[in-house]
């Protein structure tokens, strides 16, 4: 499995600030897209945003964006005008290139962020 | 868009009973399905790969025979956690990809107590 590391353990964001979650994957082949999930406190995964390998522009949905630096092999969320409802956990997954793989997910450590009002 | 469901939500049973675990692809058909389990404060862990008329795939140290996966039916997966001990409790989580899309859905997950 590949290594997925993401630093922050825990973020605090001011309500209505922009907040930047990093994420960065250890693999020996850059063709890799990556996924952001959310997780609430209820347990249920929620997708945020995906951004495939060979996207040319940064991927956006919403207040959600990507900063997918691939000679890096990072792939970090913005997340801008943060509301309460963002204090989650988020995780990144890369998916390897290719049908065959399965589509199975290797997630990330996981980053605990609180909005604070 | 497509929905997995899980059942049950939650459950509770004395150590060395089985659990049954169902996970089901609600509108569509999902040949694969993959099994995860959280620890509090942790991430999700791939356990295993399940697939649908074939044995299923384990990753590295799960134990095949404590936690079995049984795919009976392309909207049907079953994982089963045999002679459960208090260490098995654990939030539970199953996901299926749909060809040809990249985003995997998840069921809602099964919060498992081992007493």
């Known amino acids: 499995a590949q290594k997925i590391t993401q630093t922050q353990p825990g973020m605090f964001v001011q309500e209505k600030e922009a907040v930047t979650l990093d994420c960065t994957y250890d693999t020996s082949d850059q063709s890799y897209g990556l996924f952001w999930y959310k997780q609430p406190s209820s347990g249920e995964m929620i997708f945020l945003i995906y951004q495939g390998s060979y996207d040319e522009q940064n991927a956006t949905e919403g207040r959600y964006s990507l900063n997918f630096q691939k000679a890096r092999k990072s792939a970090n969320l913005v997340i801008s005008a943060s509301q309460l409802g963002d204090s989650a956990m988020y995780f990144c997954a890369p998916l390897p290139p290719g049908q065959d793989t399965g589509n199975q997910f290797y997630f990330g450590t996981g980053t605990s962020l609180t909005v604070i009002p | 868009g497509a929905v997995v469901s899980q059942h049950p939500s939650r459950v509770i049973c004395k150590s060395g009973t089985s659990v049954k675990i169902e996970c089901r692809s609600l509108?569509?058909?999902?040949?694969?399905m993959f099994w995860y389990r959280q620890f509090p404060k942790q991430s999700l862990m791939l356990m295993a790969t399940s697939n649908e008329g074939s044995k299923a795939t384990y990753e590295q140290g799960v134990e095949k025979d404590k936690f079995l996966i049984n795919h009976a039916s392309l909207t049907l997966s079953t994982l089963t956690v045999t002679s459960a001990h208090p260490e098995d409790s654990s939030f539970y989580i199953c996901s299926a990809p749909i060809t040809g899309m990249n985003e995997q859905f998840f069921g809602p997950g099964t919060r498992l107590t081992v007493l």
């Open positions: 509108d569509f058909q999902a040949t694969t």
